[in-house]
């Protein structure tokens, strides 16, 4: 999901979105929270199959920084995560301030011999080389998000759809606009950095999804998954278009600086999808008192599953509900769309 930092304020999107560069973002922050939450105990609590105490099992974890409220949720996940389970030991290591400093760092993880290794890397090609040292040492890689470029490098890779993401945002919006009747919308997008692979993805499956049903791009302007340069691009988007009848933001960390832009133009002529799926974002879509109307899921839940599948990688076992004695080799979770009628499900999974 990333590549190296070459300023602070890539290196603070690498930590998940957006950064904590403005107070305004401060709203859409996760909290600290670490107690397991119902939907992380569900999977621990139930009895028979592999809810039920086994081996012990000890699960080395590291991640970057907390410093934007997606990251901060991944630690915190894993963290609760592994405390629903009483056979499982968490061991966390700090990622420090690049991937040569979590290099070092996951070095001396090795050499305590953890049963599994839960790794969301800086940066998934930098950090490759650790992957296949963890292998070849006979310890477990579950390369969590930031894919890591070969397969001999993880034992599970598990992580969101970007290009989903894009596809999800268009397919909600073009069914708006058949309800409604439009047929010629103009459409806005406020990407991430269009460096990264990423935004690529997220834009890619929403133009594709776009043309296929008729429609198009009328204005896109990338931004640096901060609320301020949210703020900054929506306004001059908007400038730019008299009129529009939907726009597509990236992040919903994001989207608080693009909302507000909103709220300072005025213009409530369209409705807003977001991307990422925070808490912030689905209490506004639920209390249905902005132009964002839906947001498309990213969701820091699968450090919550990483967790729980590095837990049956370290017994030897599988998946109650699948056929096979192992846990997949990959599993790509679904861009979902969260709308006011489905808000309230999805809250206990925002960030």
């Known amino acids: 999901m990333t590549q190296h930092s070459r300023d602070m304020s890539r290196r603070r999107l690498l930590f998940g979105g957006a950064a904590v560069g403005a107070g305004v973002l401060l709203a859409g922050c996760t909290s600290n929270e670490t107690k397991p939450t119902e939907a992380q105990t569900k999977a621990a609590a139930a009895p028979g199959g592999n809810n039920e105490p086994g081996k012990r099992v ?44 979590q290099r070092a760092a996951l070095s001396t993880l090795i050499s305590q011999k953890p049963d599994v290794i839960v790794l969301l890397p800086h940066d998934g090609k930098e950090l490759n080389a650790f992957g296949l040292e963890a292998m070849k040492a006979g310890v477990p890689v579950v390369n969590l998000d930031r894919a890591f470029p070969d397969a001999r490098a993880y034992r599970l890779q598990i992580k969101g759809d970007n290009y989903g993401m894009g596809v999800a945002a268009a397919t909600y919006m073009i069914e708006q606009f058949k309800a409604k009747g439009v047929t010629n919308p103009v459409i806005g997008e406020i990407a991430g950095m269009d460096e990264l692979e990423l935004t690529q993805e997220r834009s890619k499956g929403f133009v594709d999804t776009l043309t296929a049903g008729g429609f198009k791009v009328a204005n896109r302007r990338a931004a640096r998954f901060t609320a301020d340069s949210g703020q900054q691009e929506a306004a001059q988007l908007l400038q730019a278009l008299p009129k529009i009848d939907a726009l597509w933001n990236h992040d919903d960390d994001q989207g608080i600086g693009v909302l507000a832009a909103v709220n300072q133009s005025g213009r409530k002529e369209f409705f ?51 056929v096979e004695l192992q846990v997949p080799k990959e599993i790509i979770l679904a861009s979902e769309t969260i709308t006011k009628e489905n808000a309230g499900s999805y809250l206990k999974l925002g960030f």
């Open 272 to 322: 807003m999808v977001g991307g990422a799926g925070s808490k912030k974002a689905m209490e506004d879509i639920q209390a249905d008192n902005t132009v964002l109307k839906a947001t498309v899921t990213y969701s820091p839940s699968m450090a919550s599953s990483a967790i729980s599948l590095a837990r049956l990688i370290g017994q030897g076992k599988g998946m109650s509900d699948l």
């Open 58 to 101: 000890v699960i080395g974890f590291s991640a970057p920084a907390a410093d934007h409220g997606w990251i901060a949720a991944i630690t915190n996940n894993a963290k609760a995560q592994a405390g629903a389970y009483s056979d499982v030991e968490f061991k966390s290591v700090e990622a420090g301030a690049d991937a040569a400093a």
